[in-house]
């Protein structure tokens, strides 16, 4: 992942996300090409609006899949 062409600059985005939109995230796999985050969002389209501006999406390193979820077990912040 901190390998991938423009990491300073995907990390730099990601840590300027205002608090409290990210609670969540972090490789998925042995292999570290997916990463899940968990945000706190109105909709989708707030989610796509937040994060399309990264620069690993513009360039493609990044495609974003955005599910809604129902957290039916314990609580987030």
């Known amino acids: 992942m901190r ?3 423009g990491w300073p600059a995907h990390r730099d985005f990601m ?41 690993w999406v513009r360039d493609g390193v990044l495609v974003q899949d955005v599910e809604p979820w129902e957290l039916l077990i314990g609580s987030l912040p």
């Open 15 to 55: 840590n300027a996300l205002p608090d409290g939109f990210v609670l969540l995230g972090g490789p998925v796999d042995d292999h570290r090409v997916r990463a899940m985050l968990v945000v706190r969002a109105k909709d989708a389209s707030e989610v796509r609006s937040r994060l399309d501006p990264d620069p």
């Open 3 to 5: 390998e991938q062409p």
